[in-house]
């Protein structure tokens, strides 16, 4: 009777040591492929010829240089940090081309996994962002109005996202999908802004992202690819809505005239090109984000290049 019950005991006590060590390996792998999604969900660099077509200025190059330095993330942790800097200048389309402007963003982002299953994934992110302009002149004309020219823009806000998407079954032909949402909330007035934005800016927006991205198989005849599956991410589909829902003089909440920006842009990457896509865009500004330019408000259409991080991997066929 005691070797039985013996036996039982260590019976029970290997399965929970078994499923305490599954449940660790879950986690780990789940934080460590969690690191890669933080990444792919961040938004592209681009360079666009004759920047906006539709803006009120005329350009000769626009582009975005923003990248994701992931100071903690291990896969001991379900929680990452990261570093963000966001570059945007608009080379203008006169005898000196100047850029007058720049935006200058820095920024710090906190994620944390909310489940252990990359492939239907939920994670919350909370960021910290710095943006100016790098002037240092009165933001308003002796007219009142504002300084576009050399006018000082100050500007800091926090940004609450909740990420969630997933990715289809692989089909015959290699090829998958994923889906990915953003559902965000974005407030300025906690901290120090310059006075001028009280003409009319939207310091409170409701965001929604949405990204449709398809990976295929590529280099299938290539000689040297043995029993290796090279992959990548084809196209990527991005929408982005936001909308302004402070006061602002005026305006009222329904006029979307001015709080109202949207975006979609079709990013498509040929066999041949590593990682990058050809852009296209089509957009609205109610509000041009681009610092001083606040009070702008067109609809546009870029064109160019765009990169970010990728899905791009190879696997074993065994695997």
Excluded: C
Excluded at 217 to 229: H, M, Y
Aim: no cysteine.
């Amino acid at each position: 009777m005691m070797k039985s019950f013996l036996a039982f005991a260590l019976s029970v006590l290997s399965f929970h040591l078994f499923a305490q060590d599954s449940l660790f390996s879950k986690r780990e792998f789940a934080n460590k492929e969690y690191i890669n999604l933080y990444k792919e969900n961040s938004d592209f660099s681009y360079t666009a010829p004759a920047g906006e077509l539709g803006a009120p200025s005329k350009y000769v190059i626009n582009g975005r240089l923003t990248t994701t330095y992931m100071l903690l993330g291990s896969y001991q942790s379900p929680v990452a940090f990261a570093i963000i800097p966001d570059f945007t200048v608009r080379v203008r389309n006169e005898a000196s081309a100047g850029v007058r402007t720049p935006s200058y963003r820095l920024g710090f982002a906190a994620y944390a996994r909310l489940n252990t299953d990359p492939d239907h994934y939920q994670y919350g992110e909370l960021a910290f962002t710095h943006h100016s302009n790098g002037q240092d002149q009165s933001a308003l004309n002796q007219d009142g109005t504002v300084n576009t020219l050399t006018g000082n823009f100050n500007a800091n806000y926090l940004t609450a996202s909740y990420r969630f998407g997933h990715l289809t079954p692989t089909a015959s032909d290699e090829s998958y999908y994923s889906l990915n949402h953003r559902l965000g909330l974005q407030w300025h007035k906690f901290f120090r802004y310059e006075p001028a934005l009280d003409l009319g800016f939207g310091f409170t927006r409701i965001l929604y992202n949405f990204s449709w991205r398809k990976y295929d198989q590529i280099e299938r005849n290539a000689r040297n690819k043995a029993k290796v599956k090279t992959e990548k991410e084809t196209w990527r589909l991005n929408t982005e809505v936001s909308y302004a829902v402070n006061k602002i003089p005026a305006k009222n909440l329904g006029n979307f005239q001015k709080r109202l920006n949207a975006e979609i842009n079709f990013n498509y990457s040929f066999p041949f090109m590593n990682n990058v896509f050809l852009l296209a865009t089509v957009g609205y500004y109610g509000e041009d984000n681009y610092n001083i330019y606040f009070q702008d408000h067109y609809g546009y259409f870029r064109f160019g290049f765009s990169s970010g991080f990728l899905r791009n991997r190879s696997r074993h066929y065994d695997n």
